[in-house]
């Protein structure tokens, strides 16, 4: 089990990450771009998960490169990363963190933030 905790640990080892707040929830940002978020379900996502409820736990939203990396991320790991109706059309997955593995949030972040990290600062990141 990952905590939001963890989250902010590895997102804030990445060069240029501002961890900030938004609307009462955590989020992280380079580049003055937001690639990763808490993300609490509203009364509306709520309404749409019907009889099953929501998935448990803090979760997470994480950008992706594009809707195709978007499909092969939440194929790779269908028990933790989601999506929801809300996100339809946006580059961003879902981690039910009680079910991903620190390894696997990681390498999310990671990926959301060479999705929007200034191209110089990404190059010297991957150079590394």
């Known amino acids: 089990m990952v905590a939001v905790e963890d989250v902010s640990k590895m997102a804030l080892e990445l060069p240029g990450v501002v961890?900030?707040?938004?609307?009462?929830?955590?989020?992280?940002?380079?580049?003055?771009?937001c690639f990763a978020w808490e993300r609490p379900f509203s009364k509306a996502d709520i309404k749409r998960f019907g009889a099953a409820g929501p998935p448990?736990?803090?979760?997470?939203?994480?950008?992706?490169?594009d809707l195709g990396e978007k499909e092969a991320v939440l194929a790779a790991n269908p028990k933790a990363f989601f999506t929801i109706p809300h996100f339809d059309g946006f580059s961003a997955v879902l981690v039910q963190l009680k079910l991903a593995s620190k390894k696997a949030v990681k390498e999310a972040l990671i990926d959301g933030w060479l999705a929007c990290a200034p191209p110089n600062l990404a190059a010297e990141f991957l150079e590394r």
Do not use: M, Q, S, Y
């Not at 900030?20 to 771009?33: A, D, S």
């Not at 448990?56 to 490169?65: L, N």
């Open 56 to 65: 448990e736990g803090p979760i997470v939203a994480v950008r992706v490169e």
């Open 19 to 33: 961890e900030g707040e938004r609307h009462g929830t955590l989020t992280w940002t380079v580049g003055g771009k």
